[in-house]
């Protein structure tokens, strides 16, 4: 009973640092998302993808980019973090893009850039 | 543009009692979805139930219950007998008719149940 799976849970970063963060899930969605949730505004909408070796931007995907090899992950990347993508990250998906095919979340990943 | 607004950042119930947290929409699309999530201090975001713009009937999930006003654009959630483990950040979402399945999220309400 997996579902999505995030690594890590938790990161510091300094300004400039890279890196990747990893979203499995075990349920053979089609759909996979990243969102990213700030204090008073809810969650936003960072990428998306809609099946294997396809991604698309959403709402802010500045500084952020993401791919999808493998049906059952998408990774997503900061190549130089900055203090303003402290946020805490989730993976969400969905088996369709349907409107009543809810998200399933990941527990989230706690990223904090000095 | 779709947008979610919720306006009660905070709110507080007793123990057992009923406690509506409020939701609007805007969008211009006839075909649309509404969500409601959990988030409790854990941090991870739970599924609780769904509308769409097409049911006659408000949807209901044990406990919870949507009352949906599509001519007003409210999809209000509806939690009947709280229990302390209620207490979490709940989300209001939409997701419209493409096929690219994104929500847009509301700010969220925090839900404080008092013994």
């Known amino acids: 009973n997996a579902g999505v799976t995030q690594t890590p849970k938790f990161r510091v970063l300094k300004t400039g640092q890279s890196m990747t963060l990893l979203c499995a899930q075990d349920?053979?969605?089609?759909?996979m998302y990243w969102y990213r949730q700030d204090p008073g505004m809810g969650l936003r909408l960072i990428h998306y993808s809609v099946g294997e070796g396809t991604t698309a931007k959403g709402e802010v995907p500045d500084g952020y980019n993401v791919s999808r090899l493998k049906k059952q992950n998408f990774l997503l990347g900061l190549e130089s973090a900055a203090p303003s993508q402290t946020s805490v990250y989730f993976c969400?998906?969905?088996?369709?893009?349907?409107?009543?095919?809810?998200?399933?979340f990941g527990d989230g990943t706690r990223l904090s850039i000095l | 543009a779709q947008k979610i607004t919720q306006t009660q950042p905070g709110m507080f119930v007793q123990e057992k009692e009923a406690v509506t947290l409020d939701c609007t929409y805007d969008t211009s699309d006839q075909s649309y979805g509404l969500f409601w999530y959990k988030q409790p201090s854990s941090g991870e975001m739970i599924f609780l139930i769904y509308?769409?713009?097409?049911?006659?009937q408000n949807a209901t999930e044990g406990r919870y219950s949507l009352n949906f006003q599509k001519a007003r654009k409210s999809a209000n959630l509806v939690i009947s007998a709280s229990q302390l483990g209620d207490s979490a950040m709940y989300f209001c979402a939409m997701r419209g008719p493409s096929n690219t399945g994104k929500l847009i999220f509301g700010q969220g309400t925090t839900l404080q149940v008092k013994p």
């Open positions: 969400a998906s969905s088996w369709q893009g349907r409107r009543n095919q809810p998200q399933h």
């Open positions: 349920m053979n969605h089609e759909y």
């Open positions: 509308q769409g713009s097409y049911d006659e």
